[in-house]
């Protein structure tokens, strides 16, 4: 079946909107028409080869989720199959054990732009590092898009307390998350708060002061200020006996990091991973329900700009607004 779709023939240039073949479903397998499908950075690193789960195949065409209508009239948030074509065309084939049918009424486009970034501090906060409530949570790297979903997530879950950490701890998006610290110390919850969770946003070189005493910490930067952050709050933590789980999530400033042993000896220090192996198939696939109702309610969401998914070459090279997630619609 010839349809349309974003192509990938080098990892040197954007994908190309073109004709692409696409296979017959098979068994376990349906074919939907796409109706929006979030560009998030995990979907330029899978188009750019960078990403740990590349196959180095070409052609491809790429993309990690999306929303389509099934060939019965049912849409359905859908989660891809690297075995299968990409959600960035008019139509593509799903491996159905990786659906949820949406509610009616439920907008394509706020579920496209908002499922991804918000599925990573999801499922660390509910199946790496079950959140108690109460406990104290840090996300570093505030300042992007999923790291402030990922102070709302937490609050949303029943934290007593967010911090967030970002370079720019006054930036648009940070904002949207949390009051940044002022001289005279205000805090207020961010916008779907869980009632009494107090949110914040600060400097990163301020975790060690005032997050030195956290439960856990989302970490979407890595590299050099992770781990400059790592020392600060080990450094400055009233009692080294006191749990902390830190959860690497991205690695927006840096592949690796440079550890001292004596951060893993002196401390109650927990390093894990959350992402693709790191949690089942499963268990993500068993949290995207209750996301998704959150979502629908509105007490998760992202501003969003939509483009035609066949202007994908422009879109990919533009600019991008931040606080804003783009969304291609076929």
Not at 40 to 62: D, F, N
Not at 298 to 317: I, N, Y
Not at 318 to 326: D, H, I
Request: contains cysteine; aromatic residues 4%; charged residues 20%.
């Amino acid at each position: 079946m010839k349809i349309h779709a974003a192509v990938v023939s080098s990892f040197d240039r954007p994908p190309a909107y073109e004709p692409f073949e696409l296979p017959a479903p098979d068994a376990g397998q349906a074919l939907v028409d796409v109706l929006a499908v979030g560009l998030h950075p995990r979907v330029r690193s899978g188009a750019s080869g960078r990403h740990y789960t590349s196959t180095g195949e070409l052609p491809m065409v790429p993309g990690v989720d999306g929303v389509g209508r099934l060939e019965d009239g049912r849409t359905v948030y859908f989660v891809a199959d690297d075995e299968l074509v990409g959600p960035l065309a008019t139509r593509t084939v799903i491996d159905t054990r990786r659906c949820v049918e949406l509610p009616a009424g439920a907008d394509p486009v706020r579920i496209a732009a908002a499922m991804n970034p918000a599925m990573s501090s999801w499922v660390a906060l509910r199946r790496r590092v079950p959140l108690r409530p109460g406990q104290s949570v840090l996300v570093l790297g505030a300042g992007g898009n999923a790291g402030a979903m990922a102070m709302r997530v937490a609050s949303l879950l029943g934290a007593g307390r967010v911090v967030g950490a970002a370079r720019h701890p006054h930036s648009e998006i940070a904002a949207q998350a949390g009051t940044a610290r002022c001289s005279d110390g205000e805090i207020a919850a961010p916008a779907g708060a869980a009632s009494g969770s107090a949110a914040e946003v600060v400097s990163l070189a301020d975790v060690g002061e005032v997050a030195a005493d956290v439960d856990v910490v989302l970490d979407y930067l890595w590299g050099a200020p992770a781990a400059e952050a790592m020392m600060a709050v080990l450094r400055a933590r009233a009692d080294r006996g006191r749990e902390l789980n830190w959860v690497q999530i991205g690695s927006v400033a840096g592949p690796t990091i440079e550890l001292p042993s004596v951060a893993l000896r002196s401390a109650n220090f927990r390093l894990q991973g959350n992402g693709q192996g790191a949690v089942s198939a499963r268990a993500y696939l068993a949290e995207l329900p209750a996301l998704i109702d959150e979502i629908v309610a509105g007490r998760l969401s992202l501003r969003t700009r939509t483009a035609p998914l066949a202007d994908v070459e422009r879109v990919w090279v533009a600019a991008e607004e931040p606080g804003v997630r783009t969304v291609l619609v076929p």
